[in-house]
């Protein structure tokens, strides 16, 4: 059972444009969001976070948006530039959380074509 | 500062073989999570160690286990392999653990079981 869901497995985007990256989650009690980005034989890097308290967190280019009755996050990236070709990760976890067990979804690999 | 480092970065092992893995924090962090990555799974958390006591526990069986040492350096080790645990398996620090101290990643050791 998979609590949290990354439906695309792959996303293409031109240069310049916006990059939208979904999420979904089931566990009601997740309350704090993150998105990692990976590189190919890198380890994941954290990017950006968001709390339950939240419906939007911003950090220049990176814009992360939660919708807790969808249950449902989207990572808006803009403008999208050929660094940002990586796979993304979303990750969740609940009040007990951080770095105590974090459940990640699958990935969406990004790819930015020029 | 230098990042979190894992060693080796590849192995190969036979079915029924053990194998520990070795992760050294970044400097000052104290607690440190382990990570199975696989193609169909995604990444699963293993355990989180803090202070050299286990402090969370994935959904593993006991034939993953792991220690931390007073360095705060930790090893992971499987017995009895299994071709299913061919995976990268990623080591992460932070500070203190807890949402504030988001997860560094080390780049991982990829597992090889036949």
């Known amino acids: 059972d998979q609590q949290v869901k990354q439906n695309s497995p792959s996303l293409s985007v031109q240069e310049g444009r916006i990059s939208i990256l979904n999420c979904d989650y089931t566990?009601?009690?997740?309350?704090?969001f993150l998105w990692y980005k990976k590189y190919p034989a890198e380890g994941p890097t954290f990017l950006i976070s968001i709390s339950s308290i939240k419906d939007k967190n911003e950090d220049g280019r990176f814009t992360v948006f939660l919708n807790k009755s969808a249950k449902h996050l989207s990572l808006h990236i803009v403008p999208s530039q050929p660094g940002d070709s990586a796979v993304y990760f979303c990750?969740?976890?609940?009040?007990?959380?951080?770095?105590?067990?974090?459940?990640f979804g699958k990935g969406t690999h990004l790819i930015i074509q020029p | 500062k230098a990042g979190v480092t894992q060693t080796p970065r590849y192995l190969i092992k036979t079915r029924g073989q053990q194998v520990t893995l070795s992760c050294s924090p970044i400097s000052g962090h104290r607690s440190v999570s382990w990570y199975q990555q696989t193609p169909g799974q995604g990444l699963q958390f293993l355990f989180e160690y803090f202070s050299e006591t286990q402090r969370n526990k994935g959904n593993f069986p006991g034939r993953f286990s792991g220690r931390q040492f007073s360095n705060s350096r930790s090893e992971m080790n499987v017995s009895t392999l299994e071709l299913g645990d061919s995976a990268l398996y990623l080591c992460?620090?932070?500070?203190?653990?807890?949402?504030?101290?988001?997860?560094?990643f080390g780049n991982g050791t990829r597992l090889t079981v036949t």
């Open positions: 566990n009601s009690m997740f309350d704090y």
């Open positions: 990750a969740a976890t609940d009040s007990g959380g951080g770095a105590d067990g974090l459940t």
């Open positions: 992460a620090s932070s500070l203190e653990g807890g949402r504030n101290s988001p997860l560094h």
